[in-house]
């Protein structure tokens, strides 16, 4: 397991806690996420129904999923067998059955049907459908939104999971170094994004480790591109007297670390070079402003009060939570860095500090993953933030 | 665009044809997928609400997503601005706020709000929270399940489409050469990984092309982890006596072909033998059955007759149709290879017969893109089905 029976045993008492606070009596998670949170559970096969269970007065959560899924969950959690259940094939892209008949059913068998369930309203893979289905099986049972519920004990992080991070950002540094290796006129960026995933995932004499696939894919775009938030690389040609803006994550036993920079080929336009600084001034505020106590309202204000004083307009937030996480998304929907958001910041908490600059007819990134110390922050990668000049 | 304006305008004739059946005078899609199919968006957005929305009376479909992402509809779509619809910021993950409030609102502006709407109850990103909003906000619409309307029309393939899948094809080929040129005793998953997606994004002399992600990260899995049917390379290391299955997909303007095979270190045992063997004359009576107007059961009664000949056991679908994918698959959700399933094949129709062999203590993987012709059957690659050995 990737960490101790002592730490997998906090998350879950956590829970539990939270459970009580909420009077829910069995919860099922189906963010991949809060999966592999609670039991280690780590296959690509949120693409069919499947969640973890969690029940207040029992000591292990309950894995269910697909029947071939079932051996992956015996080989990457700690569960007991007798907590692993695979639901029959025949369930499978079968309309009108469906596997959400299989966990009324075994709501049903286990005497739960009149209990309160905590289901994850809106967490990713958890459909209207899914949700019908319980109701309607499950008519006596009172259902409570435990959306986030888990997301929130993910908030605060250990060492362990910081050490994780922390190699997701030797892998990202060297990612990005890549990039700009090579980023050249007349290159495809899908030739760029082939050697950026090289690094990535195999590493190199720096990282001392290897990495994996990321809960959002790598962000790389040119030209007017650029001005949009989340393109991806094509076949496209770099060119000369283009920005690229590139977005990429370091990932190690699915904990994330992220970082986007802008590389520019030839002479950059002044507004270009003139944003980014301004844009490097509201990081450097709002990292002095990270610090435990101070609230997400506090970092945004700093941020803003730069670009106010410059006349540049951003609406978008500049930050949000990042650690664990699958696709669709490397982001833990807990914190947002926006004016107004009065979370407060603790030593342990992870985020990324991103600073998209989508303008008109073109764009640029710049951003860092920071963790709260207990007097302040720390960046997790330590890489140039001008604009790089090819 | 990827396709041309008429392809485009087939395709949405085509849904309004299944939306007037279904009586449904709005259709709101949130697979991915589907909102590529009819619009050509493509951005890695789909890790918060957006969709794209068919009315029956309408011209043109309308995309709506984050205010931000709209730049990218722009860039990616043949929509006019009037039919892009960017929502506030202040929506984004701040919960009790929801972007499906704003969808809501758009429906009453427009009066549709005691409209037939559809919505794809079952599909990726269509959470409980979404339908909750529009059913309590939209008390007077009637709700229809669109789930698998827009995949349906999706079944069968123009020759631009499979011409796209061709060019993933050579690209899944040449990533599985670099996985029989990389495994080697003592190398790590993580670094063959790496090189394998190089091939695959940044392509080589043969494939002429680049390639994109995939909607199903690669598979890949070694010795006892090759008995579980979803797992992901890690820094493990290649050993003596083991054996790995790979599953790869090449990607082009999103539509993939996919691969599977398994690789060997040492010398194989008598039954890993055995049953590639088997699994493939399987694979060649299957691939005989595939002909216009079979149907799926055909097909999988064929491969099975292999199985039950020789006293070897398999519960899942040894297939599925494949083609346009988003993360967290590249799967399309019609056909499935398994017995009873009556659905007919058609020329144009794809899928990928995939006979996972997932054992107690090892597996092996054994696959094949294919497309239906006027006659017959067409595979998408040309690669050697033996177990490969190292």
């Known amino acids: 397991m990737n960490f101790t029976a002592e730490e997998y045993s906090n998350r879950l008492a956590n829970v539990k806690n939270k459970m009580s606070e909420k009077g829910i009596d069995l919860l099922i998670l189906s963010d991949p996420s809060n999966m592999n949170y609670l039991t280690g559970y780590d296959g690509w096969s949120f693409y069919v129904p499947q969640g973890v269970i969690v029940v207040i007065d029992r000591d292990e959560p309950i894995w269910f999923g697909r029947k071939q899924d079932s051996k992956g969950a015996r080989i990457t959690t700690f569960l007991k067998d007798e907590n692993i259940l695979g639901y029959p094939e025949n369930l499978i892209q079968s309309p009108p059955s469906h596997p959400y008949d299989y966990v009324a059913n075994y709501i049903h068998e286990n005497k739960w049907a009149n209990k309160n369930i905590g289901v994850e309203m809106d967490s990713y893979y958890y459909t209207a459908e899914n949700h019908k289905r319980l109701l309607k099986q499950c008519p006596n049972a009172k259902f409570i939104n435990g959306h986030l519920l888990v997301n929130w004990v993910r908030y605060i992080k250990s060492e362990a999971e910081i050490a994780y991070m922390k190699q997701g950002a030797k892998l990202v540094q060297a990612g990005m170094q890549t990039a700009y290796n090579e980023i050249k006129p007349g290159v495809k960026q899908s030739f760029v994004a082939g050697k950026i995933q090289e690094t990535l995932l195999g590493g190199n004499e720096e990282t001392q480790t290897g990495g994996e696939y990321a809960g959002l894919n790598m962000i790389l775009a040119s030209g007017k591109s650029a001005s949009a938030s989340h393109l991806t690389p094509t076949d496209k040609i770099f060119k000369d007297n283009e920005g690229t803006i590139i977005e ?122 920071i963790r709260l110390t207990e007097n302040g922050c720390e960046l997790f990668c330590n890489f140039p933030r001008n604009l790089h000049l090819v």
Chains 1, 2 share one sequence.
Do not use: Q
Request: proline share 4%; with cysteine.
């Open 248 to 369: 990429l994550g370091g990932v190690k036993h699915r904990y994330h670390c992220a970082l986007s920079r802008t590389v520019y080929i030839g002479k950059p336009d002044h507004k270009i070079e003139e944003t980014l600084k301004i844009t490097n001034e509201g990081i450097e505020r709002a990292i002095e402003k990270t610090k435990p106590g101070n609230t997400c309202h506090d970092v945004a204000v700093a941020f803003w009060d730069v670009l106010e004083k410059y006349g540049v307009e951003k609406e978008s937030r500049c930050g949000y939570s990042i650690g664990l996480g699958y696709p669709p998304d490397w982001g833990e929907h807990t914190l947002s860095i926006r004016k107004n958001e009065k979370t407060v910041l603790h030593p342990g908490v992870t985020f990324h500090l991103m600073a998209g600059m989508w303008m008109d007819t073109w764009g640029l990134e710049l951003s860092e993953s």
